[in-house]
């Protein structure tokens, strides 16, 4: 049974982060979950399908938190049992967010912590023509998570 999230975050595989010796990633997602947990949003956490390192970022799962399996496509987790979208959908560059962008149009925020973890990155174009929110430090992230809209210039 699918259960619907205020956020759906879609993580990066663990060689990624590796192979671009990433230090800031685990701090800037470990931030974001807890400021969405401040704010009472439902969080689903969606680790890559290929992932062997079970919740490699050590997610601590709390009340309002949940590691989704990873055999289930992210497009299926995209509508709850009611049809619902979540409020907001995040990552970094992966793909998912392009197709969510695609699913489910502009009502719902897609954002993209790329530009926090990896300045002047090449999918940032992509993001941008694609209308992908990408906050440039944590607190425009929190900020833009806090107002649920504002937009992000």
Not at 17 to 31: A, E, F, L, M
Not at 67 to 78: A, K, M, N
């Amino acid at each position: 049974m699918r259960h619907q999230y205020d956020a759906l975050i879609i993580l990066p595989h663990s060689s990624y982060v590796r192979r671009h010796n990433i230090p800031n990633i685990i701090h800037t997602y470990s931030d974001l979950i807890e400021e969405m947990k401040k704010l009472n949003y439902s969080i689903g956490i969606k680790y890559h399908p290929r992932e062997t390192e079970s919740n490699y970022l050590d997610i601590d799962v709390a009340s309002g938190v949940s590691i989704l399996p990873q055999d289930i496509p992210i497009e299926v987790l995209f509508y709850g049992n009611d049809e619902t979208p979540p409020k907001f959908v995040i990552g970094d560059s992966s793909t998912g967010l392009l197709t969510a962008r695609t699913i489910l149009g502009e009502n719902v925020a897609i954002l993209s912590i790329n530009s926090i973890i990896k300045p002047n990155n090449q999918i940032s174009n992509v993001f941008e023509k694609a209308n992908i929110i990408q906050p440039r430090s944590i607190d425009e992230l929190k900020n833009y998570l806090l107002h649920r809209g504002a937009r992000i210039e």
